[in-house]
Structure formats: C-alpha cells, structure tokens
C-alpha cells in the first residue's frame, strides 16, 4: 500500500462490475483502498457492491458496500451518511455509474433517451448536491467524473450516450468553477475502449480486436489503467487541477482512423 489516499474516506459510485471481469468501478474501489482511503462501495446491485468490499478486505483495506440507485436522491444521501456515520468524513467522490444505448437519431425514443439522462448525467447531480456539505466540511475534496471518449468524437449510433458524456464535461467545468473557492476540485476521466463486462455484453472477438489495435499503444485497456488516472486526480498529488478531462484511451483520440464501436 502506498498511501497516496492515507486518510481518505473515498465513495465509489457503480463499484461493482456487471458481470465477470473488473469494471471502472471496481477497479477504483480496490485501488483506492489499496492507496489507503476507506471507501463506501455503491452500486445498484448489492451483491456486487458487496463482492468489491469482499476483494477489498480480503487485501487488508477498509470498505462498506452500499445498495445505491444514483438515480434516486435519497439513495444518494444514503450513500454519503453511509461514509460519515461509518468513517466519520468524505473527501473524494467518484462517479463512475454509466451504462450504453446503441440508439441512433432515428430510432432513439424519448423514454431511452430520459433513462440516459437519468443514470448517465443526473445522477452525477444528485450524488454531487449529496455529498457537497461533507466535502466543504472536510474542508475540500475531490471530485471525478467519468465520461467517455465518446464525448470527444464521432462513434456511430450511440445518440444518448455520446450526449450525456459530453454533458458530465460540461458539468464538471461549470462544477470547477463554482467550488474552487471551497478547495473543491473537481476533474473527468474520459476513458478510450477498455475491456470491462459492459463492454464485453457487445463486442463480438472480432471488434474486440479490432479496438485493440486502434490506439497508438496497440494493446487492450483495462479497467486498472483508468483507475490509476483516478488515484492521482483524487489524491493531493493533484491538489493544483481541477477542470479537466483526462482522457486514458491509449492514443486512440489521436489516430485518423478511430473506431465506429460502443465504448
Ligand atoms: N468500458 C469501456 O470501454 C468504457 C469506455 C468509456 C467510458 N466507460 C464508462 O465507465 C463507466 C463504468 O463502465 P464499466 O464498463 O466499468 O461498466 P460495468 O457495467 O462493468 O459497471 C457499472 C456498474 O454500475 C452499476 N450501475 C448501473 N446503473 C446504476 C445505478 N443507477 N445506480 C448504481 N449503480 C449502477 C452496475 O450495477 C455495475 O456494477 C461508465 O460510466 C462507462 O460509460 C466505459
């Protein structure tokens, strides 16, 4: 363990993955943890919730999972009395709580669309007005939201999905802005095509492979590389950004040619 978030109490929102495999979350939670923070594990799904704290404690670190839906302001709340009565403060948020539509203009429905902006984008509010009076307490903290490559460049029919990513960076600069002056920072990890479980729903071997081979660094993310951006923009190491989106894809941004996938 090194400590670089010695002290912290951290909660992790969808830090269990959805099937097997290491999702975003999940992999922040157990870094997080092993970097010292205590961390209040959230997902929609307790059992999956539960099964990163089990990997948590089983490595020596401290964790409590908690049934969260992000969608529901009371859950959020929850969530956050869950860190401060259990470990008594909040410092860092993570909100990592994402899921895909694979509508295009044509075909998005406007009940799709609304369930996007609920979980993808609203949900990043709720937890952010639940968890402000705690952060200025602890006099400052950190904020990291997860968007997506998505936001950034075209990636076929994904309406909602690239909207809603692009809405978390215009969210966290508006949110840098307003609370800086409490020494709240507050950034965005925009992660390229990583192989995590939701993904894995629906990529066949082929476009796998073929994501593999789109970056500059012709390898396959994992969720560990996007959670090391995290680690660092959640310690003090980071204390002098806020604002930014750190994007963690491999150079895939930076090629001509790109990809047409989900991610
Ligand atoms: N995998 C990629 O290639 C990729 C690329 C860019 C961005 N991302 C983003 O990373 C984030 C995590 O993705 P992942 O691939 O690790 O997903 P994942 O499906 O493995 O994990 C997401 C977790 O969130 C939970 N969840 C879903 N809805 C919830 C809700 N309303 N309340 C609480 N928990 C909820 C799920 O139960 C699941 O455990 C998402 O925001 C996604 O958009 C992923």
Redesign the pocket.
Known sequence: MAGRLAGKVAAV??A???GPGV???KAVAILFAREGAKVVC????AE?AEETVAAITAEGGEAAACA????ERGDCARMVATAVERYGRLDVLHT????LSLQGIREVTEEDWNRMLA?NLT?MVLTTQAALPHLEAAGGGAIVN?T???ALRTYGPLTAYQTTKAGIIGLTISLAGQLAEKRIRVNAIA????W????AEVLSDQMREERRRSGLIQDEGT?WDVAWGAVYLASDEARWVTGQVLVIDGGVTLTMHGGNRP?
């Open positions: 929102t969808g269990g993955s959805s999702g975003n979350g959230a997902d929609a799904v999956r969260v839906d992000v969608t990592n709580v994402g899921t979980v949900s997860v997506s490559i998505a992660p390229g095509q990583v995590t479980p939701l993904v969720a991610g």
